[in-house]
């Protein structure tokens, strides 16, 4: 089984609005991305979580908030986006770290439209 | 800056014919190769990975690593329409590590 769960599937919110995205996976991963798509792109790391603690932070702007309540459920809190932040989020799970690198496998993803 | 580049395409092939797409890579201490598909407005989906040089056969689909060449090929065979999509070539980097750099993608049109 290598499903990784995401909610919600889209969201719209006005750029003063909190909300937050949420991923899930129990294959026992240790390693838990979040990543932004943009039409015709490559995915675009954002975050990752090693074994609940944040390995990674690719320069994001602090209206992106990550948290990683616990070794299965990774959430993304968002507070006053921008309309460029418009974009598909996805969310990612791996094996933790080793000698090589682990494939990751990616949620369905939630469609953000930020008004 | 580590790159990973691929033929934008699109690559047209007619049904039943191999598909080949490419993929070269700039750091060649990288050691861990994936290809995902992805529909359009979907997510990509882990399709094969390889980490030796060589083939690696798993049904339609073969992977084939060249490390000293730096490229990996994605060969898919008996292509059917549902074949259709965008596929990302991600390289991982030397010695394990996260952050998987991904190519730009090359769409693939299957054509009846």
């Known amino acids: 089984d290598t499903e990784v769960t995401q909610t919600p599937k889209h969201l719209v919110m006005g750029m003063t609005n909190k909300k937050s995205l949420k991923c899930e996976q129990h294959?026992?991963?240790?390693?838990m991305y979040w990543y932004k798509q943009k039409a015709k792109k490559p995915p675009e790391l954002m975050f990752v979580?090693?074994?609940?603690?944040?390995?990674i932070n690719e320069s994001v702007p602090s209206r992106f908030s990550p948290e990683c309540p616990n070794s299965s459920l990774l959430n993304l809190h968002l507070h006053a986006l921008q309309p460029e932040d418009s974009a598909l989020y996805l969310c990612?799970?791996?094996?933790?770290?080793?000698?090589?690198?682990?494939?990751?496998?990616f949620g369905p993803g939630t469609r953000l439209t930020v008004t | 800056q580590k790159e990973v580049e691929q033929n934008s395409g699109p690559l047209s092939v007619p049904e039943g014919a191999i598909a080949s797409l490419n993929c070269t890579y700039s750091?060649?201490?990288?050691?861990?190769f994936f290809w995902y598909r992805q529909y359009s407005g979907k997510s990509p989906e882990l399709i094969m990975f390889?980490?030796?040089?060589g083939d690696k056969e798993d049904g339609r689909f073969t992977a084939q690593l060249n490390k000293a060449s730096q490229y990996v090929s994605l060969l898919i065979r008996d292509s059917q329409p549902s074949d259709s999509a965008t596929y990302l070539c991600?390289?991982?980097?030397?010695?394990?590590?996260?952050?998987?750099?991904f190519g730009t993608g090359t769409q693939l049109k299957v054509e009846l």
């Open positions: 990612a799970s791996s094996q933790g770290l080793a000698v090589r690198s682990y494939e990751q496998y």
């Open positions: 294959m026992g991963h240790r390693a």
């Open positions: 979580y090693s074994y609940e603690k944040l390995s």
């Open positions: 750091d060649r201490g990288s050691q861990s």
């Open positions: 390889i980490y030796s040089n």
């Open positions: 991600a390289v991982a980097p030397p010695g394990g590590g996260n952050k998987l750099t």
